[in-house]
């Protein structure tokens, strides 16, 4: 669910800041879309109501990620606001203008998987966003 959607109490929305603020401390040139996905109801049915979605864009080709984008998705047990969720784990793309390029996910054993996966440094920089990000909700989350 677009992090927007989610942004109706200060808590919340000082999380969301937060999360931006963490991404950019690890990719400055990094621009926040808090609204990724399309009010299309055709879509709504892919749309996680307990995630809070967010993308990155960047100005033009980004050498490390090889990506032009990063869509992340922070995936809760429940409602983020609901005081008994849990933070499940973070789902990130990356894209090109057209298609997916690479996937990492928190749930599973972090592996960087597809097309043109991140280099090693870019890879560093997300698993610290990823850390940062679980610290932020409360969370300490080892790599397995």
């Known amino acids: 669910m677009n992090a927007t959607d989610h942004a109706d109490t200060y808590e919340m929305l000082s999380k969301i800041s937060r999360i931006v603020s963490l991404f950019k401390a690890q ?36 050498p490390t990620c090889h990506s032009h984008c990063v869509l992340t998705q922070i995936r809760f047990s429940d409602n983020p606001q609901s005081a008994d969720a849990r933070l499940v784990g973070i789902e990130s793309m990356g894209y090109t203008y057209t298609e997916p390029y690479w996937r990492c996910s928190t749930v599973d054993a972090w592996n960087f998987d597809g097309k043109s996966p991140p280099t090693l440094l ?7 966003f990823f850390y940062d990000v679980y610290a932020l909700f409360g969370c300490a989350h080892r790599l397995s």
């Open 122 to 128: 870019a890879r560093q920089q997300l698993e610290q």
């Open 27 to 62: 990719f400055l040139d990094a621009h926040p879309d808090l609204s990724p996905w399309i009010n299309d109801p055709a879509l709504r049915y892919l749309i996680d109501p307990h995630s809070i979605d967010l993308c990155f864009h960047f100005p033009g080709w980004h």
